[in-house]
């Protein structure tokens, strides 16, 4: 009787037992399978090296572009340099993108202004004049630091001439398509922002701190309505290269840039 009722408690124990394991989350088995859904990204800068960048235009790093405390950052004094010819925007040249989803963290200093660029190409004065741009700029203290009447009424702004107008905001495809300010959240100066660009045929998104700030369709109708219409009607080449560098405007001031990556589409 007593060997029975042993028997019985143990049969009991092994299905609770077995109870528990079912109910258990189920661990990862190897280190691969943790890491397997970022193994896609290839790092453009990863706080440690500026191999792959150098100049628009050029064979190496403008004067002024550096690494400090693992940020990738343009220091206006040291871009001051002499004897520098040429422009200070930089660009990824180790390989062009086509499709991608880019992620990227960035700070700017009061009044400071930047861009992102993709599908580049060189041989031209600047990246602007063919390269699509992510918009980066201080929304709030630019307008009052810089003046922008003239700039403004060259491109037909007649009411309030002297405002950063939508098209020119963060997360803007700059002179092209408005961030949704119902969506947008911008920290402060000084503070690190994160921005992504989706780009594929079917559509282009832009996101800034975890929202969507806009979406649309490249080369459609709308789109060369849209290009022929405002800035870009001069400017035959731009938008339409579907593969290219991706670049970092200087525009200025100072910037600061980290976890730069890429996943191919």
């Known amino acids: 009787m007593k060997k029975k009722r042993l028997t019985i408690i143990g049969v009991l124990v092994i299905a609770l037992s077995a109870c528990n394991t079912e109910n258990k989350p189920k661990e ?16 453009l800068f990863d706080g440690s090296s500026t191999e792959g960048w150098r100049a628009y235009n050029g064979e190496s790093l403008p004067p002024g572009w550096i690494i400090k405390d693992s940020v990738l950052t343009f220091d206006t004094e040291l871009g001051l340099e002499q004897n520098y010819e040429g422009g200070k925007d930089i660009i990824y040249g180790a390989e062009e993108f086509d499709n991608f989803e880019l992620y990227l963290e960035w700070k700017l200093p009061e009044g400071g202004n930047s861009g992102i660029f993709y599908h580049l190409k060189e041989g031209y004065n600047g990246p602007p004049e063919v390269s699509p741009e992510y918009q980066l700029i201080d ?20 009411e309030n001439p002297n405002e950063l107008k939508p098209l020119q ?19 402060p100066v000084g503070e690190w922002n994160s921005s992504k660009i989706v780009f594929t045929p079917e559509k282009v ?15 459609d109708e709308a789109w060369h309505e849209k290009k022929n219409s405002d800035k870009w009607k001069n400017s035959p080449d731009y938008g339409k290269f579907k593969t290219g560098y991706i670049g970092l405007q200087d525009h200025s001031s100072p910037i600061w840039f980290r976890n730069i990556k890429i996943k191919k589409l």
């Open 139 to 158: 929304d709030e203290n630019y307008a009052n630091i810089h003046d922008l009447t003239d700039y403004n009424l060259s491109l037909g702004y007649t």
């Open 169 to 187: 905001q963060t997360g803007a495809d700059y002179a092209m398509h408005p961030a949704d300010p119902a969506q947008k959240v911008l920290n």
């Open 28 to 43: 990862p088995e190897t280190a691969t399978e943790i890491t397997s859904s970022s193994n896609d990204w290839i790092y």
């Open 205 to 219: 998104e832009h996101w800034l701190n975890g929202r969507k700030l806009l979406s649309f369709v490249p080369w």
